[in-house]
């Protein structure tokens, strides 16, 4: 757990500085510096896509995702829920969705991939440390970028990082024998097609529901088991 609880520190220092940071940069620079990092988180969503094996496991899983999300809602139900738990520290419910949003994109951003399944494994595993120890570095430097222009919201994902990895750490040895590398790999392209989205978003192409794409993550195993 000790990587972990580094990579939660890495990321609460850079989206610290991150904030002092934000306190200097005018609102139009903010939006630019925001647009340029959707560029950036553009071209990670679709280097890392391109990995699938099988376009047809993609598209199924990412279409099959969507329509969960939309029958249940849950873009509109996490959302409503995150306001509800920012109100009485918002000036608004203006204020409110932007943090929901900030907090949700750092954290699908800083989580999902293959590095942060292969690296909680290995810590947890082999007590390699390796790997967390430099997706801390990284997330520290998207910390920075993230709070600065996105705002305070980018906190919020220490905290689901130190849950979501530390919850693989810890369960290592019953969750290694389920996941095969085409399993890791499928589900990294698929999460890479969500951080696709997150940066559409940011430059503000589109305003996709990010929530409502996350149920494609556990198509894919279940497609994979499917065609085995």
């Avoid at 520190?9 to 925001?34: D, F, Y």
């Avoid at 329509?67 to 409110?96: C, M």
């Avoid at 305003?207 to 085995?228: E, G, T």
């Amino acid at each position: 757990m000790f990587a972990v609880i580094v990579n939660t520190l890495a990321i609460m220092l850079g989206a610290g500085i991150g904030l002092l940071l934000r306190r200097g940069i005018s609102a139009a620079l903010s939006e630019q510096m925001l647009k340029a990092l959707g560029l950036c988180t553009m071209v990670i969503g679709i280097q890392g896509a391109l990995v699938t094996s099988n376009i047809l496991i993609l598209i199924i899983a990412i279409a099959s995702g969507v329509l969960i999300g939309e029958i249940f809602d849950l873009d509109g139900k996490v959302n409503r829920f995150t306001a509800a738990l920012l109100e009485k520290h918002t000036k608004g419910p203006g204020q409110a969705a932007q943090m929901a949003e900030a907090f949700i994109s750092s954290c699908l951003i800083m989580n999902v991939g293959a590095m942060v399944i292969v690296g909680s494994l290995d810590a947890g595993l082999r007590a390699n440390y390796t790997m967390l120890y430099t997706k801390s570095l990284l997330d520290f430097i998207s910390g920075i970028m993230l709070a600065a222009t996105m705002g305070v919201g980018v906190m919020g994902s220490a905290l689901f990082t130190l849950i979501f990895q530390g919850a693989i750490v810890l369960g290592a040895e019953v969750i290694a024998p389920l996941l095969s590398d085409r399993l890791i790999g499928e589900l990294s392209a698929t999460g890479c097609v969500i951080i696709l989205a997150i940066g559409l978003n940011m430059v503000g192409l589109t305003r996709f529901k990010l929530i409502n794409y996350l149920p494609a993550l556990l198509i894919v195993p279940l497609i994979l088991l499917v065609m085995h």
